[in-house]
C-alpha cells in the first residue's frame, strides 16, 4: 500500500490534483483542502521531496 501511495505522489498530476480539490473546496465546501495538502506534504516529506512537480 505504501508503495503505491509514493508513486502516485510521485505523478506530476497530484499538484493539479490539489489545485483541483482546493479549486472545489473554495466554491462548494465538500472536500477539505487542507487535509488533501497536508497529505501530500506528508508523502513528501516521508520520501524525501524529490518527487516531480515540488
Known amino acids: 500500500m505504501r508503495d503505491l501511495v ?3 505522489a510521485a505523478t506530476p ?3 493539479l490534483v490539489v489545485f483541483v480539490v482546493a ?3 473554495a466554491v462548494v465546501p465538500l472536500s477539505p ?7 501530500v506534504a506528508v ?3 516521508q520520501t ?3 518527487r ?3
Open 6 to 8: 509514493e508513486s502516485v
Open 13 to 15: 498530476w497530484v499538484v
Open 23 to 25: 479549486a472545489l473546496d
Open 33 to 39: 483542502s487542507e487535509s488533501t495538502l497536508i497529505a
Open 43 to 45: 508523502v513528501s516529506a
Open 48 to 50: 524525501g521531496g524529490r
Open 52 to 54: 516531480s512537480g515540488w
